[in-house]
């Protein structure tokens, strides 16, 4: 259940291996797909405190808002364009130490300073990202890039 989340401190590697069974534990026997993607949105931000933390779904040409937590968001992103469409085209994870240098980078929150983005990929197609915004500079590394990938693999789609 939600409640009994238990959120961690510690380093950045024990709060993600703190919250890895948590999430799958909020995964297992639910075969929603939007479910779980907001369960998973909310234990990120709840845990970390992050500005922003959604997914986009690939729907055609674009990449829609879908579950999210933080404030209102882009809800298309064309195929790249900005980090996620940037990371849709890679099919690969972006961490971005300062958005404002990043080429073509879309502000939808002029609070945010640092991201990460992580393709969700199926068959060797990428079917969604995972979008997390911070309001520091170099917010994410490998670390992160290591636990939020690992946890894209547990989503069951």
Not at 3 to 18: A, F, V
Not at 67 to 84: E, L, N, S, Y
Request: net charge negative.
């Amino acid at each position: 259940m939600a409640e009994d989340l238990m959120i961690s401190s510690g380093t950045k590697t024990e709060q993600y291996q703190t919250l890895l069974p948590q999430i799958k534990a909020l995964m297992e026997g639910e075969p929603d797909l939007i479910a779980n993607l907001a369960n998973i949105t909310g234990a990120l931000k709840e845990q970390f405190g992050w500005l922003w933390v959604g997914f986009y779904i690939v729907k055609q040409e674009d990449l829609v808002l879908a579950p999210f937590q933080g404030p209102v968001a882009c809800t298309r992103i064309p195929k790249g364009k900005g980090v996620c469409g940037s990371s849709w085209e890679s099919a690969s994870t972006i961490i971005v130490p300062d958005v404002e240098k990043f080429p073509g980078h879309i502000a939808c929150s002029s609070l945010s300073k640092s991201e990460i983005v992580i393709p969700v990929i199926r068959n060797n197609i990428v079917i969604a990202i995972l979008d997390i915004d911070s309001t520091a500079l170099n917010t994410f590394d490998t670390t992160d890039q290591f636990y939020l990938e690992k946890i894209v693999e547990m989503i069951t789609w």
